[in-house]
């Protein structure tokens, strides 16, 4: 069973700097795709950044692109657990948001997907 667990938010200043994780448990040793997603009041979720297991390669959205980093860390300490970070630089107040990951995991059926609980982010002075 995978399982999701996102940390690392807070309130920063625009122009900081903050990394977010997602602990995913029962990914390792299968193939599948990390996504950050956020959601700001009144605003529907807005896909921000993927990268997939096998090859690392980053997809982002065209705003935060040259701001936002995604990547995959594999546990030395815990079996079956990666660690996907998504480092935010320069911030804006406009990227305050609720922060989410998203797994997509494929298998037989076509695939399933598991969500984190989310981590506040907000961006203001």
């Known amino acids: 069973q995978v399982h999701l667990v996102e940390s690392g938010g807070g309130l920063v200043q625009p122009g900081g700097s903050l990394k977010l994780s997602c602990a995913a448990s029962?990914?390792?040793?299968?193939?599948?795709?990390m996504n950050w997603y956020r959601q700001a009041p009144n605003n529907e979720r807005e896909w921000v950044a993927s990268?997939?297991?096998?090859?690392?390669?980053?997809?982002?959205?065209?705003?935060v692109k040259g701001r936002f980093t995604i990547s995959i860390e594999s546990s030395k300490n815990t079996e079956n657990m990666d660690t996907v970070h998504l480092q935010m630089n320069n911030l804006k107040p406009e990227d305050t948001a609720v922060y989410y990951c998203?797994?997509?995991?494929?298998?037989?059926?076509?695939?399933?997907?598991?969500w984190g609980q989310g981590t506040q982010v907000t961006v203001s002075s």
């Open positions: 998203k797994a997509f995991v494929p298998d037989e059926g076509g695939g399933s997907e598991y």
């Open positions: 990268i997939a297991s096998d090859d690392h390669s980053p997809t982002y959205l065209d705003a």
């Open positions: 029962g990914v390792r040793y299968r193939t599948y795709y």
